[in-house]
């Protein structure tokens, strides 16, 4: 069975630092698909950034990359110039490449960020 | 991205009572919808997965008579949570999907806070 471990409960970042989220899964598949979703306050799930297992380059989104390591199943978010709006709950999420396949989230990071 | 919507983002409800949530795709045709609960500060925990004209597919430790989902429609999901107790009480949030939306993303609703007195 596939499972994602986010092992960090809670980071703190000072504005315009850059900070790094874990996240480490486990799965046999070759082909999936992983994800960052954002939960601010409101608690709206926001897609932060996706990342292709079939694609070696790491995703960017604009003030947000990914360390994608295939070979070591993690899947870390790295988010530069932090900003206050950026505080919020991180989930790490697993999809296999199935149509419609249904998501496996970590357990969440808080991120709290320092004016 | 795509909008996808709940109603209602908050309900309050006697135990004992039924209690219907809605989940609808505003922009796109969703052929599967997901719906999760989560306890405050903790995951998200998939409760079942529905598709279109089907019926839905439980996870594991998942009461089905209890949470009855329905996708009658492209454009909307509903889950009635039956015989509603303390326990109940959660922020349930939805899905949604297409195959070729933006490589499969699911896009989720504000979610709906329940709270059963």
């Known amino acids: 069975a596939q499972t994602v471990t986010q092992s960090q409960p809670e980071m703190s970042v000072q504005e315009a630092e850059t900070v790094t989220l874990s996240c480490t899964y486990d799965?046999?598949?070759?082909?999936?698909?992983l994800f960052w979703y954002k939960q601010p306050p409101s608690r709206q799930m926001i897609l932060v950034i996706r990342q292709e297992a079939y694609k070696q380059q790491n995703a960017t989104e604009n003030r947000f990359s990914v360390n994608f390591q295939k070979a070591a199943k993690s899947f870390s978010l790295k988010i530069s110039d932090s900003q206050l709006g950026d505080a919020a709950m991180y989930f790490c999420?697993?999809?296999?490449?199935?149509?419609?396949?249904?998501?496996?989230f970590g357990q969440g990071t808080t991120l709290q960020v320092k004016p | 991205g795509a909008v996808v919507s709940q109603h209602p983002s908050w309900v309050i409800c006697k135990s004992g009572t039924s209690v219907k949530i809605e989940c609808r795709s505003l922009d796109f045709q969703a052929t599967t919808m997901f719906w999760y609960r989560q306890f405050p500060k903790q995951s998200l925990m998939l409760m079942a997965t529905?598709?279109?004209?089907?019926?839905?597919?439980?996870e594991q430790g998942v009461e089905k008579d209890k949470f009855l989902i329905n996708h009658a429609s492209l454009t909307l999901s509903t889950l009635t949570v039956t015989s509603a107790h303390p326990e109940d009480s959660s922020f349930y949030i939805c899905?949604?999907?297409?195959?070729?939306?933006?490589?499969?993303?699911?896009?989720f609703g504000p979610g709906t806070r329940l709270t059963v007195l």
């Open positions: 529905s598709n279109e004209g089907s019926k839905a597919t439980y």
């Open positions: 799965t046999s598949e070759s082909d999936y698909y």
């Open positions: 999420a697993y999809r296999i490449f199935e149509n419609t396949g249904k998501l496996i």
């Open positions: 899905s949604a999907t297409t195959p070729g939306l933006d490589t499969d993303t699911q896009y």
